[in-house]
């Protein structure tokens, strides 16, 4: 069976930190051990690529943006969540590879392929086995937003193009992503969101 490994996905503003954080408690009264995490971030060299890229200071190239992020997610995999899924914990993460591949492969039309090229090998396998892709209109996202980051900062059509990449890598693996209607009041998304968990594993 696939090892518990939930990415928490979407653009700005789906509410991923708050539904991941409420969906962990749960699965922690449950009985589970569970690690959460947020990308880019999670080690000490995370956070140190974290600050480079979210700066509104520094304004690294596209390719230069994606390999930063995929250097941060290398070693939260083989430092973090591979270790913790090898003792038998939960990982929840609040963003994954699938961000890379939404953001900097659609949203900054570098190529879904090629993002997912450069980030493969320094993950060793740790994927996640089941995204949760929480879905909301652009301008709404944006709206309920309150401060932006450089990427958060972007704008509408950028969000949607990257909402687009989301929603195109769901429907091309259908089996290992759940779109949840992040609209919806937040006790009905985070139930949907902790079932399709439950009834997982
Ligand atoms: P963060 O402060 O974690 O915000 P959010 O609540 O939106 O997750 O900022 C992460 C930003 O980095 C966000 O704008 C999405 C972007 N991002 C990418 O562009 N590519 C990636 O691979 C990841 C993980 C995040």
Partial sequence: MSRPYVAFEGIEGAGKSTVAGRVGSRLERDGHRVLRVREPGGTAVGESIR??????????????EALLFAAARAQLASAIIGPALDAGTWVLSDRSVYSSL??????RALGIDAVRGVNEPGLLGV?????????VDPAEGLARQSVGDRIGDEGVEFQQAVADGF???AASDPGRFVIIDAS??????VDAAYREIRDRW
């Fill in 51 to 64: 600050s480079i890229l979210l700066s509104h200071e520094l304004e690294p190239a596209p390719w230069t």
């Fill in 102 to 107: 939404a953001y900097q492969g659609a949203g």
């Fill in 127 to 135: 994927w996640p086995s089941l995204v949760i892709l929480l879905a």
């Fill in 167 to 169: 929603a195109g890598a």
């Fill in 184 to 189: 919806a009041p937040l006790d009905d998304v």
